[in-house]
């Protein structure tokens, strides 16, 4: 076997094929610290539920001040290279032309506004983990759906990294959501627009679209897809995806497509069906 030889061929690829190449790290957020990041940000939503740590009175105050100062260190970091990636890429200017600009000012005070809003998030986390509980008879408790359940898992990764993306942050926003889509198979897209009281029971298979809005008090179940009529390119900066006003129960494996497609407060839209038009409040459709 001859190493060199290989070493050859992906070097050569990396030559031929640049578009996928990332060798200037320093250039573009890196996966891995956003993962961190977002696991940090976890611990402090869930205090002593994510990491196991001894946490008491006399030391919460400490802990929780070394945990914020990490995280905006490091996500002031993440958020400046996305900035500077986004604004060479759109602006086709060089990296070095760019450096000298507000970047890191602007990465910085929206590391510190996202820490301003977690006792926001928390708020609506809460009620989410509530709507959970009181909306699957199987759950005894709300630490175990805190523990154990992976919608609630990627409805508080979508809330978190929401706020980013509301907040003009490239690229980092869909690495949050999309690890934990590799965790939970739940896809939110952190474009879309969510209330409270937010319950995805099971989850496996579920996709909510980048400009879906959904209003308070919804329940969907396992392989729901809120997605789009048409996936052309040039409708990107168009409503693609449907709006599910309050109190809207969806249940396992429905398609409901269109940006013009409105499920009225209170619908109750059943199991395998295929929804593309607006529905008015009340309404129930069922697989006929």
């Given at each position: ?77 993440e958020i400046e290279k ?36 977690l006792p926001e998030i ?8 509530i709507a959970a509980f ?155």
């Amino acid at each position: 076997m001859n190493i060199d030889k290989l070493v050859d061929g992906i070097l050569d690829s990396y030559n031929q094929y640049g578009l996928i190449n990332r060798s200037d790290t320093d250039s573009f957020p890196n996966r891995q610290v956003v993962v961190n990041i977002l696991q940090d940000l976890q611990y402090l939503i869930f205090p002593g539920f994510r990491v196991d740590e001894d946490i008491n009175p006399s030391n919460i105050r400490y802990i929780t001040g070394q945990r914020i100062n990490n995280i905006i260190t490091k996500l002031t970091k993440e958020i400046e290279k996305a900035l500077i990636y986004t604004i060479t890429q759109t602006k086709n200017t060089n990296e070095s032309d760019v450096t000298s600009s507000h970047c890191f000012k602007l990465a910085e005070q929206t590391a510190v506004a996202l820490i301003e809003e977690l006792p926001e998030i928390r708020r609506k986390i809460q009620l989410d983990t509530i709507a959970a509980f009181n909306g699957d008879p199987a759950a005894k408790s709300n630490e175990e759906v805190i523990l154990s359940y992976p919608g609630l898992e990627a409805i508080l990764a979508y809330r978190l990294a929401h706020f980013l993306y509301k907040n003009g942050v490239p690229v980092i926003p869909r690495i949050m959501t999309e690890h934990v889509h590799g965790k939970t198979g739940i896809d939110i897209h952190p474009g879309a627009n969510i209330g409270e009281s937010f319950f995805i029971d099971h989850g496996t298979g579920v996709v909510i679209g980048e400009t879906c809005i959904i209003g308070n008090n919804v329940k969907i179940y396992q392989g729901v897809t809120l997605g789009a009529l048409s996936v052309k390119k040039n409708l990107q900066n168009k409503k693609r995806h449907p709006t599910i006003e309050d109190n809207v129960t969806i249940y396992a494996n429905a398609t409901i497509l269109g940006g013009d497609t409105i499920i009225g407060k209170g619908s109750v839209i059943g199991g395998n069906t295929w929804v593309t038009e607006s529905v008015k409040e009340g309404t129930v459709i069922t697989q006929g």
